[in-house]
Every structure is written in C-alpha cells, then in structure tokens.
C-alpha cells in the first residue's frame, strides 16, 4: 500500500476553534483523497472528498489538496464536541483500493 | 450513499475455531469487496479485494489459507477467519462498491478470540 502520513495528534482544541488536520502522501500518481471520520468502535465515514488542487468546503469542514506538495490538509471550523473523533485521510488510485493513514485523534473541549 | 451491512457486529470465539464474517450490499451491486483489519491505535490495514466470481488477491503478509474469502455473488462477500489465535483479534471492515463508483463501507466486526 503506498504511504501516507498524518500528524499523529492528539489534537486538542476548545470548542468553537479551528482544528487543523494534514497529511502527506507518497504516491505523486495518486488521484483522488478523502477524509474520514472514525468514532472508537465504528467503521469510517466520509465526510470529504476532494480530486483537484485548491479548496472544497462543506459546512464546517474545509479540505485543501496540493499535488505539487503532495499534501491534504482537512480544518474544521466552529469545533463541537461531537467532532471528537478520529481522522483518517486515504488516498486512492485507478484500482479503488484505499491506502489509509494512521490518523490523528481530535478531542474538542467544551 | 448506499447500505452496506455487516455481520455479526461483534464476536468471540475459542482459540482455534473459524469465524465467518458477511458483508452484504443491500441496495447496489458489489463487483468489488474490500476486506480491512484495524489493530487497537493502528489504522486500516488492507487485507484482500475481491471481485466477483474470481479468487481474491491478498496484500503482502496476509496468509491467503487462514483468511478465506468468497465473492460468490454480488451482493455478498464472507470472510472466514480459520484457526482463529488470539492475535487474529481485531477490528474487521468491509468496503462494497462498484466500478467507477464510490465504494463504502461496513459496520465493523470486533473480532476477540479467547
């Protein structure tokens, strides 16, 4: 599976900030990079999606990708407490398989 | 975004018995079936893919004997854990989709073996 690495938190932020996710990938041919969220115990859900350079925004959640750079990065405005989770960013290619990174464990103060 | 169910959602069973995981698309039709461990802490680990009607193809490292796969039809993949060990307790996800479409995932089966 290619690589891919994310900051490894965890990140702790007041309710109401920004919380600011990254990740980097290995694989300059990689096509298409999502977000996850994963509450302890459950499988991933989806929540980002982004294919082209620049910004996507979706209510709170904004992802930004830099295929020069290699890097995806996921900020989360107006933080609740129930955004506590974990984050995984994957990276997809031509054949559909996910290459996930580790994730960063974002726990939201109130 | 389609269903995707899978049981059981949890099991335990005895040091060297086999367990058997469905996962089934309930409303679209599964050409692909993607099978995932995740240990405590750790992140999703692709185990195998398989597509319909053919024999799945196993990353590195994951021993194609001990973790059965059957694809049989397209709304439904199992994956059968034989021999289970203590160290086979994990986290079990599988991920449905189809050609050129999004795929999606599973519930989850917790997996703890005594």
């Known amino acids: 599976q290619k690589e891919v690495e994310q900051n490894s938190g965890p990140l702790s932020v007041p309710e109401g900030a920004i919380a600011s996710l990254n990740c980097t990938y290995s694989?300059?041919?990689?096509?298409?990079f999502f977000w996850y969220r994963q509450y302890s115990g459950k499988s991933p859900e989806l929540i980002m999606s982004?294919?082209?350079?620049g910004d996507k925004e979706d209510g709170r959640f904004t992802a930004q990708l830099n295929k020069a750079s290699q890097y995806v990065s996921l900020l989360i405005r107006d933080s609740q407490p129930s955004d506590s989770a974990t984050y995984l960013c994957?990276?997809?290619?031509?054949?559909?398989?996910?290459?996930f990174g580790a994730g960063t464990t974002v726990t939201v103060r109130a | 975004g389609a269903v995707v169910s899978q049981h059981p959602s949890w099991v335990i069973c005895k040091s060297g018995t086999s367990v058997k995981i469905e996962c089934r698309s309930l409303?679209?039709?599964?050409?692909?079936m993607f099978w995932y461990r995740q240990f405590p802490k750790q992140s999703l680990m692709l185990m195998a893919t398989?597509?319909?009607?053919?024999?799945?193809?196993?990353e590195q490292g994951v021993e194609k004997d001990k973790f059965l796969i059957n694809h049989a039809s397209l709304t439904l993949s199992t994956l059968t854990v034989t021999s289970a060990h203590p160290e086979d307790s994990s986290f079990y996800i599988c991920?449905?989709?189809?050609?050129?479409?999004?795929?999606?995932f599973g519930q989850g089966t917790r997996l703890t073996v005594v």
């Open positions: 694989d300059r041919g990689s096509q298409s």
């Open positions: 982004i294919y082209s350079n």
């Open positions: 994957a990276v997809n290619d031509d054949d559909y398989k996910l290459s």
């Open positions: 398989s597509n319909e009607g053919s024999k799945a193809t196993y």
């Open positions: 991920r449905a989709g189809t050609q050129n479409t999004e795929a999606f």
């Open positions: 409303d679209f039709q599964a050409t692909t």
